[in-house]
């Protein structure tokens, strides 16, 4: 009865107070209309960004002194130039990335190996130190109150085989590497029979087996590390498409009397995703780290306008390829010991986990790097007559969905 | 007084009408026959001030900085005219327009007869130099710089307003001349505490005080170059001026109500000289070294001593012109790199050989060196405070040593050493930028022979 009265006193009035489920408030959003105003009386206060007309927080900020473009290699430059920066703060980094999720981005799809039998000398330098910031992962790229990183290091090693014709390439490659301080050791056949019996050895001539510093690991997981040190260490990352390069350039004659213009960066165009929106960032340097596409990127800065057949018509020779990497099952596999093989064929092959999967591919095709489409049928016809030729034990394989 | 004033109000027609490719060559020419035309105010009779009219006058502490403002209207011209090459025709106008508008504000403030003139064009300094800052400034911290440096100085002028207003009610008039005469001791009360806080917290906030101090880095680092050469040379000046003018009426309350001023400042300046020595953006730490300077003429000011104010007012133009001439030189380096931290820019001597003349001079006086007037400024204020108090030797050696060690830090750091690869395609100096600088260092160097001009009223 009491509900009663209360009904009929407060009839007209129920609607605006809301009692019971009935809410007429919900269309015009009040809760996000206020936050909205609290966001703007505190965007208003000293400290924080002002931006009095609309959000811009997902917009890179106007000025940066360093530009990086690109994936995890671009990020390891940012790493380093704020590790190595002699006062905190000094340098400004932006890293910008077209993709947030790296969903087609190289690393992550990537067969994550890490191996010191290069033919460069560089390389291998650069590989002996890659594994020893991998081995060391958690004092590079430690953050306060976050959990250490397991990079999954597999330190099984690459097994490189060679036949008649490449055996003293190989030969050679092995002494440079172990000049370096790699550790890679000769295999004759007979040796690999018997370190390897799953391996049939017809046509290889020499083996190469690094022993140590080699075998594979997460690359996601080294880039979230890279990801979240560099966060922490207060570099901007913003996700975007670099467009355009406004540079400024100057006439100059050079010592010899020859006539140079000379070109500087000194804006990059950062457009959104799905918006015609883009911000012009001021820099001082722009780092072209963007992996597959650097080609592009390096035409957008005009690398590559001139006639051809000189240094200026000269694009930066970097062009995407695409491989196949598959996954497979075998119960018979090669068991936890198995190397990182490559056939001299082409094909290679490393266990994934422990419940007898296996990545592998060959690397001999170059379908078209439009899309990021697999053929299966290549693996039928291309990769697996090569795997079962070298690992009897792959006969009976079947592929799982990559 | 009329024929300064009115050709400078004369100089925004002559904007607007000019041909566009003529707005800078006119300016500047015409800007900077006005500034020769100041030279003139040097004529000054005996212990008398050169009194123009009841409304303007000006004395031998205006006269130096009426010159050095002057002055630095073509010399503003000249150094922005790169950044706002890009701009369209009536952003540019605008821009000289509020330059001229400012220029003109503090030629009335400098000479200013009357008190609340004095206040009245104090405030109207503020907004063409707030529209500079945020409308041309490079970033977008800019807004905010533009908030702190206009709500700074509003918040502790508004009290000097109510005191003006208040002394002006009880001794009857606020004009100079008469002012000397009828001035009557200020006792020790609490009202006269307030009235002396409110009086002295206007200046000190533009000086700045080192506590009052947070508007400076940013409105100075986000200013265009004309906004930071005009606030760094004459803006903090105001500051000064009108402390000196305004202790007039505030004896003998100074004596002791100075004492929290001057040790702040004195703590100040080490502090903030220490600060540059940590600073990674150029511009930044050019902003600190002034808010050092500036800490020593809060100090001269205060203690009262002939001396002091001698050495005041000859730091003050000595800063004026060093601070402009170091910004001009940042700025230079800006529009190369397109970027202020300091280690993106190295090695620049090889490069640019005649700028590093320009950065070896700019540095060399801004660490006082003998015999330039930032020397005899510093060296009058160090007398003073010795005799006012023995211990102040010390802060003032450990402040000498380290305005040497950032100021060595800054030119070793800018030009000597390897150059960074990526600075190997600048461009080299302008002309312009050479003779802006020589037109900085020309005066100062010129002073040293005759630095009995900008010692200032009791000299």
Not at chain 1, 219 to 227: E, F, I, K, V, Y
Not at chain 2, 28 to 41: D, E, G, K, P
Not at chain 2, 234 to 247: Q, W
Request: aromatic share 10%; charged share 15%.
């Amino acid at each position: 009865m009491l509900r009663r009265a209360l009904r009929l006193r407060l009839g007209p009035c129920l609607s605006g107070r809301g009692l019971g489920t009935y809410r007429r408030g919900s269309t015009l959003d009040w809760d996000g209309k206020v936050s909205e105003i609290k966001k703007k009386i505190q965007s208003i206060f000293p400290g924080g960004a002002w931006n009095p007309l609309y959000d811009t927080s997902h917009l890179p900020p106007e000025r940066s002194d360093v530009v990086i473009v690109g994936g995890v290699l671009g990020l390891s430059v940012a790493y380093w130039l704020k590790r190595l920066e002699k006062q905190q703060g000094a340098i400004r980094v932006l890293v910008v990335e077209r993709d947030h999720t790296y969903a087609r981005a190289s690393t992550v799809l990537s067969v994550g190996g890490i191996r010191q039998q290069f033919s460069l000398p560089q390389n291998v330098q650069l590989s002996l130190f890659s594994a020893e910031f991998l081995r060391n992962i958690n004092e590079y790229l430690a953050v306060v109150d976050d959990p250490p990183l397991d990079l999954q290091f597999n330190p099984s090693g690459y097994l490189l085989l060679a036949s008649e014709e490449g055996a003293a390439i190989m030969e050679r490659n092995v002494k440079m590497q172990r000049q370096e301080g790699a550790k890679v050791c000769l295999m004759s056949p007979e040796q690999l029979q018997k370190k390897f019996p799953w391996i049939n050895t017809e046509g290889v001539a020499l083996a190469s087996y690094g022993l140590e510093n080699e075998g594979w690991f997460d690359p996601w997981c080294l880039l979230q590390g890279l990801r979240r040190k560099l966060q922490s260490m207060g570099v901007l990352f913003c996700q975007g498409e670099v467009t355009r390069f406004i540079s400024s350039s100057s006439h100059m004659e050079t010592a010899s009397g020859e006539q140079l213009t000379l070109k500087r960066i000194h804006e990059v165009h950062v457009k959104m995703d799905h918006s015609q929106e883009f911000q012009p960032v001021e820099c001082a340097i722009v780092v072209n780290a963007a992996g597959a596409w650097s080609g592009q990127i390096a035409e957008l800065a005009g690398v590559g306008n001139g006639p051809p057949g000189t240094m200026q018509g000269t694009k930066l020779p970097v062009e995407p390829r695409k491989r196949y990497v598959y996954l497979w099952h075998c119960p018979q596999g090669p068991g936890l010991e198995a190397p990182l093989v490559a056939d001299p064929s082409g094909a290679y092959f490393r266990r994934e986990g422990l419940g007898n999967n296996y990545v592998g591919s060959c690397s001999e095709e170059e379908p078209d790097p439009g899309n990021l489409e697999v053929d299966y049928d290549f693996f039928q016809e291309k990769v697996w007559p090569r795997l079962a030729q070298r690992v009897p034990a792959f006969e009976t394989l079947k592929v799982t969905d990559r | 007084m009329l024929k300064y004033i009115i050709p400078t109000i004369m100089l925004m027609p002559l904007t607007w009408l000019s041909k566009n490719s003529m707005i800078w060559v006119n300016s500047t020419a015409h800007s900077l026959l006005i500034s020769f035309t100041s030279l003139l105010l040097m004529n000054q009779f005996g212990d008398n001030s050169l009194n123009f009219s009841l409304v303007f006058f000006s004395d031998s502490l205006s006269t130096p900085l009426l010159i050095l403002t002057m002055w630095l209207l073509p010399l503003m011209l000249m150094a922005s005219q790169h950044h706002l090459s890009k701009e369209n025709l009536t952003r540019k106008k605008l821009f000289i327009t509020m330059l001229i508008s400012l220029q003109l504000f503090l030629i009335m403030t400098f000479t200013a007869m009357e008190l609340i003139l004095f206040y009245i064009l104090f405030e109207a300094t503020l907004v063409p130099t707030l529209i500079i800052i945020t409308r041309w400034g490079n970033q977008t911290e800019r807004l905010n710089a533009g908030l702190y440096f206009l709500f700074y100085t509003l918040a502790g002028s508004l009290p000097l307003l109510v005191a003006l207003i208040y002394i002006q009610n009880t001794v009857g008039s606020l004009n100079f001349l008469m002012l000397q005469y009828w001035v009557q001791p200020v006792h020790n009360s609490w009202s006269n505490v307030f009235m002396w806080l409110a009086c002295m917290m206007a200046f000190m906030v533009k000086m700045p005080l080192y506590g009052l101090h947070l508007w400076l880095p940013k409105a100075h680092v986000e200013a265009p170059i004309a906004g930071s050469m005009v606030l760094a040379a004459v803006l903090l000046k105001l500051g000064g001026y009108g402390m000196l003018r305004i202790t007039l009426i505030l004896n003998p309350m100074t004596d002791f109500m100075a004492y929290p001023f001057i040790m702040l400042s004195l703590w100040g300046m080490i502090m903030t000289s220490s600060i540059c020595l940590r600073q990674t953006d150029l511009k930044s730490l050019i902003a600190y070294s002034s808010v050092s300077h500036m800490a020593l003429v809060i100090v001269a000011i205060l203690i009262q001593t002939p001396w002091s104010y001698m050495g005041a007012t000859a730091l003050m133009i000595a800063h004026g012109l060093t601070s402009s001439m170091l910004f001009c030189l940042a700025n230079s380096n800006y529009e190369r790199i397109h970027s202020r931290t300091m280690i993106l820019a190295r090695g620049l001597q090889t490069l640019l050989p005649l700028m590093a003349t320009w950065w070896l001079l700019a540095s060399l006086t801004n660490l006082a060196l003998p015999p330039t007037i930032n020397l005899i400024g510093e060296l009058f204020v160090v007398m003073s405070t010795f005799s006012w108090s023995n211990i102040t030797i010390i802060l003032m050696g450990v402040n000498m040593v380290i305005t040497a060690l950032y100021s060595l830090y800054m030119l070793i750091m800018t030009q000597r050493g390897k150059y960074t690869y990526h600075i190997n395609n600048i461009s080299p100096s302008f002309t312009r930028e050479n003779a802006l600088m020589s037109l900085h260092i020309l005066p100062l160097l010129l002073l040293t022979l005759n630095p009995k001009i900008i010692l200032g009223p009791l000299y």
